[in-house]
């Protein structure tokens, strides 16, 4: 259960203007004037304190193909590529899905150094951009964050702040907690871009301990086993857009990646991700996601 707290300067100064108003009223007009004043530049400084979250808080649920809810998977929040908290999946109320207790909920949480606000734009790594959320405590903003909905175990969600130079990124190991190999214990993963990198050590160069980096077994988003391409012939398809893909769930940069790209196609990812909107009108209003009940059209390589 996640208990609220209040910082020390927040109590202070509900004390302090509380002191101000029982002040004033055994003042003189003048000196009530004066104390108006102080109240006023005092109210000014908590309203800009209490506008910065104080918290950044990545959340969500993980599931395995069959939908259901996992608890105790391994869930880690790197910036920059390095590790800055982990967490296990479990039975959790987290306000930002808003949808009341749940097992296999995860909830990531780091103080926010860099005063992130709703002003701020988030991007995932297709440059999509990220609607964040802010949840209200008893006084100002208690933190911004993100419902992820659901992640599958080997899961990597990436939020980019290009204005603070900041790359977040989720990754949901594919182990539970009490299997965690030595690879993945704290401390010893790092991420470079997608690739997850673990520092051993080797005791054989001059006795010393040397850090080697090496790759981890990779949480790579996986297309779903039911994931299928069909290659569509007939009058009604133009002489390119005519790969169908059902099954499958992503974002564009994951089709992209692994469909045009992987498959030979030479089109560039600036072309496909404005192109596949023209085809796929509904991508747009599914928020650039593909889902596995339902069609899409492909480019498919000559």
């Known amino acids: 259960m996640t208990t609220q707290k209040h910082s020390p300067f ?67 929040l790197f910036k920059n590529g390095i590790e800055q908290t982990r967490t296990s999946s479990r039975l959790l109320n987290s306000p930002l899905s808003g949808k009341g207790p749940m097992d296999g909920v995860f909830e990531l949480r780091v103080a ?12 995932d790594d297709a440059n999509n951009q990220l609607q964040m959320s802010t949840v209200p405590g008893l006084m100002g903003t208690r933190y911004i964050g993100r419902w992820l909905g659901e992640l599958n175990p080997n899961d990597i969600r990436v939020f980019q702040v290009g204005e603070k130079q900041l790359t977040y990124s989720v990754v949901v190991l594919p182990v539970t907690l009490d299997k965690l190999p030595d690879a993945y214990q704290p401390g010893r993963l790092r991420l470079n871009e997608r690739i997850l990198l673990t520092d051993q050590t080797d005791e054989s160069i001059n006795g010393g301990l040397v850090s080697i980096a090496t790759p981890a077994p990779q949480p790579t988003s996986v297309p779903p086993s039911n994931a299928q391409l069909v290659l569509l012939t007939g009058d009604n398809y133009g002489p390119e857009w005519h790969l169908k893909l059902t099954g499958y769930y992503g974002n564009r940069w994951d089709v992209w990646e692994r469909y045009v790209a992987g498959y030979g196609h030479s089109m560039s990812w600036e072309t496909f991700k404005e192109a596949v909107l023209v085809y796929n009108p509904h991508l747009e209003a599914d928020g650039f996601v593909f889902y596995p009940d339902k069609a899409y059209l492909l480019p498919a390589a000559q």
């Open 10 to 76: 927040i109590v202070l100064c509900t004390l302090f203007l509380g002191l101000l108003l029982l002040g004033q009223a055994a003042c003189s007009p003048n000196q009530r004037t004066a104390v108006a004043q102080a109240a006023q530049v005092f109210s000014d400084e908590v309203d800009e304190t209490l506008e910065k979250p104080s918290d950044l808080v990545f959340a969500g649920q993980i599931a395995n193909d069959a939908g259901d809810w996992q608890n105790e998977f391994v869930v880690v």
């Open 112 to 123: 926010n150094d860099y005063e992130l606000t709703l002003n701020h734009k988030f991007y």
